[in-house]
């Protein structure tokens, strides 16, 4: 069993090899234990500083590496880029090269260009996490999503991935969640299908090793785990499906469609939720529902990303 990620930095699951996504699920067990204590909090990485460098948008994600970096200690600086350099016209190689000047341990960055944390891995010493780029990888949402899977499953006495059926249904064509996940469970030897809209999911997916299929009940046809992604709202204005009220009901998951899964189906969503319209309220708010589980354990695996890329005590 290894004890370390063989890279500095983290750009993708496609990356990973299953050791060090072992490595990462297992050490995230242990920081879980951390956020039920009194005190929330270790040193293992005191003296340590983290940027969180975000070009867009974000509530779970930048929040949690946050904490996450608090719970252990470090000393975490959060950029606004609206209030940056950036809007004088600054690239993204001198914010990098600033950045690098300040000396920091690790810059968790999300950027709207695919390929952004790669870029600036190149640059700076210390270590790079991809928060999301793009429509390229967000892996810390993978990592958090099959840990959560997987917490759930110990409690029903599995012991491992391998061969469960995993349906992700959406925006296949310009999601990262979906990348990042669709690599990490091959890698851990899921079943993966995915569905959604023609115009919505990529030519020869296949050759990423899942299947497709436009009829939502025939993708969640006995399966184990149902992941919901968020209609980007912007897609219909570039008429990439008729309306949002035909996607709620040809897509949406609600409870009639529901019954095509397993009894114990696991129902997760990276957020933010369009309710109503690809998850309905009943079913996003239900017995079957880890969508706030997610949200818990998105620290505990971002504990366990920071403390192993910035060798934390």
């Given at each position: 069993m290894i004890n370390k990620l063989k890279s500095k930095d983290l750009i993708g699951t496609k990356d990973l090899s299953l050791e060090e996504i072992l490595l990462i699920l297992d050490t995230a067990e242990s920081m879980k234990e951390i956020s039920s204590r009194d005190i929330k909090k270790v040193p293992a990485l005191r003296g340590k500083t983290i940027i969180n460098l975000f070009y867009e948008s974000s509530t779970r994600t930048r929040t949690s590496f946050e904490i996450a970096g608090k719970r252990?200690?470090?000393?975490?600086v959060n950029i606004s880029v609206s209030?940056?350099?950036?809007?004088?016209?600054?690239?993204?190689?001198?914010?990098?090269?600033?950045?690098?000047?300040?000396n920091p341990d690790a810059v968790v960055i999300r950027h709207s260009s695919s390929g952004a944390p790669d870029f600036i891995s190149k640059i700076l010493r210390c270590s790079v996490i991809n928060a999301g780029d793009g429509a390229h990888e967000h892996p810390t949402q993978a990592l958090l999503d099959l840990f959560t899977i997987r917490e759930k499953l110990v409690l029903r006495g599995a012991k491992e991935l391998k061969g469960l059926k995993v349906s992700i249904i959406g925006d296949i064509t310009h999601s990262r969640v979906a990348r990042s996940n669709?690599?990490?469970?091959?890698k851990m030897g899921m079943d993966v299908t995915v569905s959604g809209p023609s115009t919505l999911i990529p030519v020869d997916i296949e050759k990423m090793g899942v299947k497709v299929f436009t009829d939502v009940k025939k993708a969640i046809e006995g399966a184990d785990v149902i992941i919901m992604l968020r209609i980007q709202l912007e897609r219909q204005e570039k008429g990439l499906f008729p309306s949002i009220r035909e996607y709620s009901r040809l897509f949406g998951l609600n409870t009639e469609k529901l019954k095509n899964a397993k009894e114990d189906v696991i129902i997760m969503h990276p957020g933010p939720m369009n309710r109503g319209v690809e998850i309905s309220a009943d079913v996003a708010d239900g017995q079957y529902s880890l969508i706030l589980d997610q949200v818990t354990n998105g620290v505990a695996v971002r504990m366990a990303i920071l403390h192993l890329l910035t060798g934390g005590t």
């Open positions: 252990l200690s470090a000393d975490v209030t940056s350099s950036v809007v004088k016209g600054e690239t993204l190689k001198d914010t990098a090269k600033n950045l690098e000047a300040m669709i690599y990490a469970m091959n």
